[in-house]
């Protein structure tokens, strides 16, 4: 093609480049109590969702920098879990855990992100055993090849297939090595057959050469919280399509294949004499419609506290200012858009972000389908 | 030097000497922490100064490394107050502390098993490991074998009832349930409603960490109905008789089953009664409280019993770290109850608007580093809630109502200076001076009076009359200087963040004050006191200043003086005006303004400035071997090669002079200038950033800005507010090695010649390393590719002096070269 026609035929948009092969399904679970809700488990089968990225536990430093520890586990058995989907065990790591270890000389760190790569080793493996009542259940990872296609690792018979773990933590450049290390080391007590994944957020994607490319088979690019929420004037820091468009243009060169996650939360942010101080999670303006309490400050994003009162346990007082952030159909659909347009040609997952009521309440089944293609 | 040292001190030798060396010890302090701290502003309230019994929330203040210091310290007070319990509950006094803990916490099975068997037969005797356990003896003396059996039921149930291994799965769930089987039985068994209630504790901790809190509540309901509470009340220390900790303990469980199961209010009101009376337990109910919503609140409220407990509710959801706290303060002042908790809660309100307002108005290093503060606006909303809170705290006070009021009072003031209204501050605090008794308050008084002393330094003050004004500047000046050496709370107390933070901020006040009276000079001294700051890039405007105000100072002294205190008028900027050694400013100012000279190759002005520095003083400022030719042990006998001595130490005086020397022999047309040249570019090159006596024309060079060559910055030294100079110009000295080169091959000197081009190329590599055209430095040992404009001088080295022995040397000695003569000309090794 010559120059004129490569320029022509971009500005009609009519050498659009083949789409990638449709993404399976996925959600994540972010929660520690025991049970699916059945209208949690109805959203999910209806979108055919067959992979759960269920949180197990997450970690943080204690006293002793040279023990993290695991904290608020998922509690199990978890009642409700489909038989037919496939499970992610996904794991948190605070930074600040890399931070107290960098605080011990090199070989005490070494033996110490060792020794925590062994107890997530352990535990998780000891959780997948009680993932359901019977205890019954067992990974069927081994069957799997490192090089398999994701989609090709679909559920057979009765048992859940834990095809791939995963690691979530938003490490810095001072404690890129050693969550490096760590991941290798995990990475080295795992089967070849079983993935091992990593999240991914977008500035690590906008800057690799400074955050440096996590030693792991998969990443996750988790697709929000995009902007910042501190800010008086952000307007939705959740997903923001005129923000998103930054982190668009090395997509492409990402070294790892990746995953896609996107947000369907939602949430209040507190602001309290100018300062963030709280998130009221799973929340949107229907929440603040007894107007006894809020005034509403033009549009339904923006209100005020007129009387002091507790809102999903947490005490607002008087003249605190509250900002509605969510994920609406039309921003999920330009933002998968976008993201689709400039993502690698491969098989990939993409994973809604979370799986909660109020997120199945305000994005229904159908509207979501049609969003994604699914 | 000794003119310098001695001038103003010489008049009145011993107190102006101990004042001067307290003021360095105290600038040495201030000098090793380069002038800035670690905290980003003047935190002035100390929360130990809470009377201990209202200081129950420690956590909500504490960083986190403390937090986990005061978990641990609340499990001892909690084992403690287990101790306490088991001697009051026998009528036993403070020495049986001891073996209680002993028999508690360190016996095991077999020797509880011993002690049993040794409680029904006299002959037995007791345990080895408790033969001098007074608390064992009396157990055997009383026959106390229920207690004995309750040991031994507690043991068993320890490995289950605390904080297991978090890394651990599983739970041993039919263990845990056999035991309380087996609590149960033992507790319709026990005639003791005491052990009762024990025994009650443990089944409802088992439920509770086997996640059953629907069992734990059954169990609660019940065999609470079995325990004849007033029977197992214990006997205090002060002779009060109140329900054992057993009886609150118990129902803090209760508390957490019930949350568990949704009755939060009901959960609430326990927490909080627990809370009240339990220290041992105030963490925990704190980060257990939880409600959802206003009902839930209302109801919490309603279930109260009265209003100490009503009061701690409100404490509760005022101690979350973002509260607003006034709100909860005057509902529990309307109560009339509790006054610690508002005393607690107070002081975590003050210390939150220090934080928002302290660099707002009292500005840390704010002119340095104006981009860091640009967020630092204060809301609007924090002025209104500071004015609420300073109405209350009037009202509290006033009231008379407060068990201590000057605490009030001095919050007040604190409110005041807080807000920026000195005056007002000043009023309250000389009324609550004479009613503060020694101790903590009397302490937080006194850095308050200084932090107000030290804020009346403002140029606003001064009168505009110039006498008038001269003489209350001196007033201040004396005043900022002996708060710094004399002031007795700031000594006596030395460790404590007050005193440190009152120093910083006595040397950013006087900083603003010389700012507004334009003396940039003193200014810069205040902030960053270390003679190294100003030598890094030293400013045009600080260096006339500090001469300036070294001259009016030397003038002053000379001034015929009969009050005998004429000298110590100005003894602050007298101070500043010191070197770190404690000597004069002049030498150093000097040598700096010779420094600056030198680099923009003002001969004769560097020679006039250096001429100042007293001679003893040149080689401490910097000594370099400017002249000292590279690879020089390889080609030092090749014929023609006679250069002057190339191994001479030069100090930054001497150096000038060489320099000054040569250009005056190369104006005057001597017969051959080649030598002359090379020399002078060779002084130059090696006192450039990239040669080896970069001293002698800098103060400073930090070797990691190779990075940045091709940039037009370089790395600011972290925290100067000006950055550093290097010098990094290399067309001078390429300049005068062209000139060698032309006048060694036109008077056939070729050997000289080749050297002088291959120094050339050296500076024509530097000069593409700064241009735009270099990607970087590569990776690894790799020898960069100097693009063909940039070797100009290699090839003419190459091409035109091939045939000297200076050629042959380089191919050896010089990858940069062998390298570029194998890509040009492959064939010549073949040769």
């Known amino acids: 093609m010559n120059g004129i026609g490569l320029v022509l035929c971009l500005s009609a948009n009519g050498c ?77 790591i605070t930074n600040r855990t890399f931070e107290a270890l960098l605080s011990l000389d090199e070989e005490q760190q070494k033996t110490a992100i060792s020794e925590l790569a062994g107890h997530i080793h352990e535990k998780i493996r000891a959780m997948e055993g009680r993932l359901y009542a019977s205890g019954g259940h067992l990974p069927k990872g081994a069957a799997l090849s490192r090089q398999t296609e994701p989609a090709e690792i679909l559920p057979k018979g009765d048992k859940i297939p834990i095809p791939e773990w995963q690691m979530d933590c938003d490490w810095t450049p001072e404690t890129r090595d050693a969550y490096f290390y760590f991941l290798e080391e995990l990475r080295r007590l795992l089967p070849d057959s079983l993935l091992l994944s990593a999240t991914i957020r977008l500035h690590q994607v906008k800057y690799p050469e400074q955050t440096g490319i996590p030693p792991v088979d998969r990443g996750m690019l988790m697709f929000y919280n995009m902007d910042n929420v501190r800010a008086a004037d952000t307007r939705n820091s959740i997903l923001d399509r005129s923000v998103a468009s930054a982190y668009y243009n090395r997509l492409d060169e990402y070294p790892l294949p990746l995953d896609v996650a996107l947000p369907v939360f939602g949430w209040v942010v507190v602001r309290r004499e100018g300062k963030v101080v709280q998130l009221l999670s799973g929340l949107d303006e229907r929440a603040l419609a007894d107007t006894a309490r809020f005034e509403a400050l033009g549009g339904a994003k923006l209100f005020r506290v007129k009387r002091s009162t507790y809102l999903n346990a947490y005490y607002l007082y008087a003249g605190d200012s509250l900002r509605v952030e969510k994920v609406e159909a039309d921003s999920l659909r330009a933002a998968w858009s976008d993201l689709r347009m400039r993502l690698p040609r491969e098989r990939r997952h993409l994973a809604l972000y979370h799986l909660d009521t109020a997120s199945v309440n305000r994005l229904n089944h159908e509207e979501i389908r049609h969003i994604l293609g699914w | ?52 019994e209202a200081s129950p929330i420690g956590p909500l203040y504490l960083p986190f490394e403390d937090v986990y210091a005061f978990y641990r310290e609340q499990k001892t007070t909690q084992l403690q107050a287990n101790v306490d319990d088991w001697r009051r509950r026998m009528c036993l006094s403070k020495k049986y502390a ?59 149930c320890e490995p289950y009832v605390t904080a297991a291994d978090a890394w651990e799965e599983g739970q041993a769930t039919e263990i845990m349930q056999d035991l309380i089987e087996e609590g149960k039985e033992a507790f319709a068994k026990c005639s003791s409603d005491y052990l009762r209630l024990r025994y009650l504790y443990q089944l409802m901790r088992l439920a509770h960490y086997m996640g059953r809190s629907k069992q734990a509540l059954q169990l609660y309901d019940t065999l609470m109905p079995f325990i004849l509470l ?149 809301h609007p909303d924090v002025m209104s809630y500071l004015i609420e809170l300073q109405a209350f705290a009037h009202q509290v006070y006033a009231s008379g109502r407060a068990p201590h009021p000057e605490l009030w009072q001095i919050a007040e003031a604190y409110l005041f200076l807080l807000a ?36 009346s330094f403002e140029a606003g003050n001064l009168p505009r009359d110039v006498q008038a004004r001269k003489a209350l500047l001196s007033e201040m000046e004396i005043s900022a200087y002996n708060l710094l050496v004399g002031s007795k709370w700031l000594n006596d107390n030395p460790d404590t963040a007050q005193r440190t933070a009152l120093r910083a901020y006595l040397m950013d006040r006087m900083a603003r004050l010389y700012r507004s009276l334009d003396h940039p000079g003193l200014e810069f001294r205040c902030l960053y006191p270390r003679d190294f700051f100003l030598k890094l890039n030293p400013q045009e405007k600080i260096v006339a200043d500090l001469n300036q105000v070294l001259d009016e100072l030397e003038a002053l002294e000379l001034k015929p003086d009969s009050t005998g205190g004429e000298g110590l008028r100005f003894p602050f900027r007298n101070a500043l005006t010191l070197d770190n050694h404690g000597s004069s400013l002049k030498p150093v100012l000097a040598d700096l303004q010779g420094v600056r000279m030198l680099q923009q190759l003002n001969l004769s002005a560097a020679i006039t400035y250096l001429n100042e520095v007293p001679p003893f003083l040149r080689d401490e400022f910097g000594t370099g071997i400017p002249f000292k030719l590279p690879w020089e042990d390889i080609y030092k006998d090749t014929a023609n090669l006679t250069l002057e001595d190339s191994s001479i130490i030069f100090n930054r005086y001497e150096f000038a002079q060489e320099l000054h020397s040569l250009r005056y022999k190369i104006e005057a047309n001597v017969d051959d200038p080649s030598k002359l040249y090379f020399r002078m570019g060779l002084g130059l090159y090696n006192t450039t950033f990239f040669g080896p006596a970069w001293i002698l024309r800098d103060n400073y060079r930090d070797p990691e800005n190779w990075k940045r060559l091709s940039t037009d910055s370089i790395y600011p030294y972290p925290g100067a507010p000006y950055g550093n100079v290097e010098v990094m110009d290399v067309d001078m000295p390429l300049y005068y090695f062209r000139q060698a080169i032309t006048h060694a091959k036109l008077h056939g000197n070729y050997e000289l010649a080749a050297l002088a081009t291959y120094m050339a190329a050296m500076c024509e590599q530097i000069k593409y390393f ?8 590569p990776k690894g040992n790799v020898i960069p590719r100097v693009p063909d404009e940039y070797r100009t001088y290699f090839r003419m080295l190459h091409e035109d002096f091939r045939d000297t022995d200076f050629h042959m040397s380089m191919l050896d000695e010089c990858l940069y070269f062998r390298n570029y003569v194998m890509r040009t000309d492959s064939t010549f090794f073949d040769e």
């Open chain 2, 98 to 156: 001891a073996g209680i803990r002993a028999l508690i916490y360190e016996s095991d099975r077999s020797t509880l098993k011993q002690l049993k068997t040794a409680l029904r037969s006299k002959s037995m005797s007791l345990p080895y490991a408790l033969r001098g356990n007074a608390f064992a003896r009396y157990l055997r003396k009383q026959g106390c074998s229920e207690t004995v059996d309750y040991l031994l039921y507690a043991l068993d």
């Open chain 2, 230 to 378: 007033p029977e197992t009340t214990v006997k205090y220390d002060d002779g009060r008789e109140d329900y054992s900790i057993m009886y609150f303990w118990v129902q803090e469980l209760r508390a957490g089953a019930l949350q568990a199961v949704g009755q939060r209010a009901e959960a609430a009101r326990l927490f909080a009664f627990v809370f009240l009376h339990r220290p041992e337990r105030r963490a925990s109910c704190y980060a257990s409280f939880k409600l959802l919503d206003d009902k839930e609140w209302n109801r919490a409220l309603s279930l109260c019993e009265d209003d100490d407990e009503r009061a701690t509710l409100y404490a509760l959801r005022a101690q979350h770290p973002d509260s607003r706290a006034l709100e909860e303060m005057q509902a529990i002042y309307k109560l009339g109850a509790r006054p610690d908790y508002l005393e607690v809660l107070l002081l975590k309100e003050v210390k939150e608007l220090e934080r928002s307002l302290m660099a707002q108005f009292y500005p840390y290093q704010r002119k340095i580093r104006p981009e860091r503060f640009a967020s630092l606006r204060v």
């Open chain 2, 1 to 52: 030097m000794k003119k310098y040292a001695t001038s103003w001190v010489g008049k009145y030798p011993l107190k102006a000497l101990l004042s001067l060396a307290l003021f360095l010890v105290v600038l040495l302090w201030y000098v090793l922490s380069d002038g800035r701290n670690s905290y980003c502003w003047y935190s002035l309230m100390e929360p130990g100064l809470l009377p201990e």
């Open chain 2, 420 to 455: 920026g209204d000195y005056a007002e501050a000043q009023k309250v605090l000389k009324e609550v001076r004479g009613k503060v008794p020694q101790g903590p308050l009397a302490d937080q008084l006194s850095v308050l009076e200084v932090f107000a002393e030290i804020t």
């Open chain 1, 16 to 92: 659009r480049p083949a789409e990638s092969p449709q993404p399976q399904p996925a959600v994540y679970r972010w929660k520690t109590s025991p049970e699916i809700l059945p209208a949690e488990r109805a959203w999910m089968d209806s979108l055919g969702i067959r992979r759960l990225y269920l949180r197990f536990f997450d970690i943080d430093r204690s006293a002793d920098p040279a023990r993290p520890l695991p904290v608020a586990p998922l509690q199990l058995p978890l009642k409700n879990l489909p038989d037919s989907a496939e499970v992610v065990p996904v794991v948190f």
């Open chain 2, 770 to 777: 700064q241009s735009k055209q270099f990607p970087g430095i």
